[in-house]
């Protein structure tokens, strides 16, 4: 079957520190991948997105690399803001569905 | 205009009520969504419409109603709810492309007393 693995929360940081929060995946064929963030009260926003091996989504600094040999696709950045305070959703759609599967989701807390 | 816009923002129904909820969305996008979500929990798909005909029900509780009147428009019926129905609910919508990335709205925030 098709699902996606998170590193559990909350991420607490200092402003400016290094970012990783980690995803794997477990899916048949050729999934894209994408990491969707969610401010308090808001919906879904799209962050950045790969759709085959090796691919590199980047975003707002933030980046991810498809990597087919670990099924990973972890979000790093190198320096985080208080605004970057929120939950980041690992998610992939399986090739030809219509059906995205997400993570649990890892909230961000970021403090001056 | 690469927004998925949803109203109302904030709901209140009591368990009686007939309600509905809209999505709009002007990207061309020919498939659209509706998702739950609990707090501090990831979307729940509920349905997709795809050149707006339902290709998809996770088995739904009949009491939400999807509708699809055109290919930018998306609504949600709802008639006697539980207050376990409580939860934000989300549109999306995406093109039928190799990546399948899909664009949410903001959401409308349910409360059913």
């Known amino acids: 079957g098709n699902s996606v693995t998170q590193m559990e929360g909350p991420v607490t940081l200092s402003e400016e520190a290094f970012l990783t929060i980690n995803c794997t995946y477990t899916?048949?064929?050729?999934?894209?991948l994408f990491w969707y963030v969610q401010y308090p009260g808001e919906g879904l926003q799209l962050l950045l997105k790969?759709?085959?091996?090796?691919d590199k989504g980047s975003n707002k600094g933030f980046e991810a690399t498809y990597r087919k040999e670990t099924t990973s696709f972890h979000l790093e950045k190198g320096s985080v803001q208080v605004s970057d305070s929120a939950v980041y959703f690992c998610?992939?759609?399986?090739?030809?569905?219509?059906?995205?599967?997400f993570g649990t989701g890892t909230r961000l807390l970021v403090s001056p | 205009d690469t927004e998925v816009t949803q109203t109302p923002k904030h709901l209140v129904m009591g368990m009686t009520n007939k309600k509905s909820l809209k999505c709009e969305q002007h990207?061309?996008?020919?498939?659209m969504y509706w998702y739950k979500q609990k707090a501090k929990k990831p979307p729940e798909l509920m349905f997709v419409?795809?050149?707006?005909?339902?290709?998809i029900n996770e088995s739904v509780p009949s009491r939400f109603s999807p509708e699809c009147p055109n290919s930018s428009l998306l609504n949600l019926h709802l008639h006697a709810l539980q207050p376990e129905d409580s939860a934000l609910y989300l549109c999306?919508?995406?093109?039928?492309?190799?990546?399948?990335?899909?664009?949410f709205g903001p959401g409308t925030r349910l409360t059913v007393l």
């Open positions: 999306a919508s995406s093109q039928e492309n190799e990546a399948g990335e899909q664009f």
């Open positions: 899916a048949t064929g050729y999934p894209s």
């Open positions: 790969a759709t085959k091996a090796d």
């Open positions: 998610a992939l759609n399986p090739y030809g569905f219509q059906k995205l599967v």
């Open positions: 990207m061309g996008h020919r498939a």
């Open positions: 419409y795809s050149y707006e005909k339902l290709s």
